[in-house]
């Protein structure tokens, strides 16, 4: 799994920012196509949820994806072949 | 099956500001409704006029999007003419507390089998914020440009008092214990209330010192006190701050209900 922001969807409130345990999101720096300063990620791979959903069979905090007004947070399946990072921190 | 699963994907994303906490009473909203394990066929939601009501738009179900402060009467027909039909209403501050007040006291005295979310913003957002019957003492709106100087209405103590069943009062930064709170009340036979009070940074914040989104939502964090504490401090004679906003599961009954499922 690996974290997505949907950058048609969000508007840059920045409440994901708050909310993170692990601190992965930080504020946006630079606007995209709409204007939007959508929040940048910050070693993503720390993510409990994109290690461990698969194991657990259910959304482990999802503390983002529930307060993100925009519905613009989810967590997809990487793509066959694709190359994944992983992050072990003590 | 996730709260994704019920939302209009060719609609998103949706008419709300940049930071608008609507969106995610609407997410905790479906999240409850999608553990239920409901059939969308089954489920209605229900709204009346304002920025909360606009979300019963972004979501697959049948919904009905009816006139100003009417949404718990609309409910109400629905709930009668088939009971096994499962019903939500959407609904704000100015719609229920304001237009709609006496429908929802007589929606709580009959208690219904519905479960009733009230997206509280504290004030009328969507006609360019006007002062509404919760704009707390104090606060700056258009129509009270030097402070409002009416107390604030207290829905949940209104809906005890009218007898409504399920009772519970959150914000929108306690993502977790709002979905609990919502999961409860669908659960619960007879009328169930959910407050939301949700940060509205267009209408409220930016007169009221909460120039960012964040802002408003860590006044939330920091002012919120859970029930059972402040139940303590009174009990114990202490003073609880005047600006305090109470949260937590404020009524749990088993009145008769109407409409429940046979």
């Known amino acids: ?90 | 099956m996730t709260f994704s699963d019920w939302l209009r994907v060719d609609r998103l994303p949706h008419i709300y500001c940049a930071g608008c906490g609507n969106g995610t009473v609407i997410n905790c909203t479906l999240s409850a409704v999608d553990q239920m394990g409901w059939k969308k066929e089954e489920t209605v939601f229900v709204s009346g006029i304002g920025c909360s009501s606009r979300a019963p738009g972004y979501i697959v179900t049948d919904s009905l999007h009816t006139t100003h402060g009417r949404a718990l009467a609309f409910a109400t027909g629905i709930k009668l003419a088939n009971p096994s039909l499962n019903v939500v209403v959407f609904t704000g501050d100015g719609d229920l507390a304001a237009i709609g007040g006496n429908h929802f006291i007589h929606a709580c005295r009959r208690n219904i089998d519905i479960t009733v979310v009230c997206m509280n913003n504290m004030i009328y957002g969507m006609t360019g914020g006007q002062g509404s019957p919760t704009t707390p003492r104090m606060a700056l709106s258009t129509t009270t440009p030097y402070g409002s100087v009416e107390p604030a209405f207290d829905l949940c103590e209104l809906a005890i008092a009218a007898g409504a069943n399920y009772v519970s009062r959150w914000t929108s930064y306690h993502v977790k214990e709002l979905t609990r709170a919502i999961l409860a009340g669908l659960r619960t036979p007879g009328l169930s209330f959910i407050e939301a009070l949700v940060q509205c940074p267009t209408n409220y914040g930016r007169r009221n010192r909460y120039r960012q989104a964040i802002d408003q939502i860590e006044y939330f964090k920091e002012h919120g006190m859970l029930v059972e504490k402040a139940r303590r401090l009174r009990e114990e004679g202490k003073e609880i701050p005047p600006d305090t906003i109470i949260l937590g599961e404020l009524a749990r009954r088993n009145r008769p209900a109407m409409g429940v499922k046979a």
């Open chain 1, 1 to 90: 799994m690996k974290l997505h922001v949907d950058e048609k969807r969000c508007k840059g409130c920045n409440l994901c920012t708050l909310v993170c345990p692990y601190r992965i999101f930080r504020p946006g720096k630079r606007p995209n196509q709409k204007g939007v300063f959508v929040p940048e990620l910050d070693r993503p791979e720390r993510c409990p949820n994109t290690r461990l959903q698969a194991l657990y069979g259910r959304t482990l905090c999802g503390m983002c994806q529930m307060i993100c007004p925009d519905q613009a947070i989810s967590w997809e399946e990487e793509k066959k072949g694709e190359k994944r990072k992983v992050a072990i921190e003590f």
